[in-house]
């Protein structure tokens, strides 16, 4: 259950002592439960949108629902998509990309990217059908967290220190698989057979576009990087279920 513990602990603010360890076969075996705490995210994110949808506007519902999500898990993402852009944009070469990445200023790049992911996610849950949001806020926010995983298993660490540094070695294929596995299941089992092919072509290929630009810049993903490919698989989860709805 270590693991477990570690990958609530890494991707919540809930405090699991696990999840100070830097044991890599542990951080490793943890990869497998991120779409599971995924999981648990947006069911409560869902529960919490429809006890709101009673007594609140959607527009209003979908805000609030937005920022606890961002609060349950301490800003991590957010923060590490302002970094991401801040660094994958920065001038100069991989050593100059990787100290903005770690400057614990907000740049212009990190400023825009949060603007642009938080308000097509509003935008778009917003859009979203009432029978359907509870859907796209499990499957989002559970495609968003393994496709996090996914990355960390295709992709070699940036630098040496760092969350994905501590990961590196520790996926093995059988982590992913699992990962992959429950993104499969919750994404064929609550959505239509053509919106979960979707949701997960949109949650991979998001994985692999962010972290191949990574790689390409900086020569590899950090934690920064994973945490932004979760807000911008969720952002795109979000779109795709709000197709339609127009």
């Known amino acids: 259950m ?4 570690s990958a609530v602990g890494l991707l919540t603010i809930v405090p699991v002592p696990a999840a100070t360890s830097r044991d890599t076969s542990r951080l490793g075996r943890a990869a497998a439960f ?34 606890v999500l961002a609060l349950a898990t301490g800003g991590l993402h957010l923060d590490g998509l302002a970094d991401t852009a801040d660094g994958l944009f920065a001038r100069g070469g991989r050593t100059e990309r990787l100290a903005a990445m770690r400057d614990s200023r907000t740049g212009a790049f990190g400023v825009g990217a949060i603007a642009l992911v938080l308000l097509t996610e ?20 559970t495609l968003s967290r393994g496709a996090m995983a996914e990355a960390l298993r295709w992709f070699a660490p940036a630098r040496a220190d760092g969350l994905a ?5 520790g ?9 992959g596995a429950v ?11 053509g919106t979960a092919i979707v949701a997960l072509s949109l949650a991979l290929g ?20 994973c945490g932004a490919i979760g807000e911008i698989v969720f952002a ?11």
């Open 2 to 5: 270590g693991s477990a513990f």
């Open 34 to 67: 991120f779409p599971l705490v995924g999981l648990l995210l947006g069911a409560a994110a869902a529960a919490l949108d429809a006890g709101l949808r009673q007594v609140l506007p959607i527009s209003v519902a979908s805000a609030i629902v937005l920022v």
């Open 122 to 141: 509003f935008a778009a849950l917003e859009r979203v059908g009432s029978a359907e949001r509870a859907t796209a806020l499990v499957v989002g926010a």
């Open 165 to 169: 540094a501590a990961f590196a070695g």
């Open 171 to 179: 996926v093995r294929g059988i982590d992913a698989a699992v990962a």
């Open 183 to 193: 993104m499969a299941l919750v994404a064929g089992a609550l959505a239509p057979a």
């Open 206 to 225: 998001v994985a692999i576009a962010v972290g191949s630009l990574a790689r390409v810049r900086v020569g590899g993903i950090t934690g920064d990087v």
């Open 236 to 246: 795109c989860e979000l779109v795709a279920f709000s197709a339609g709805h127009a």
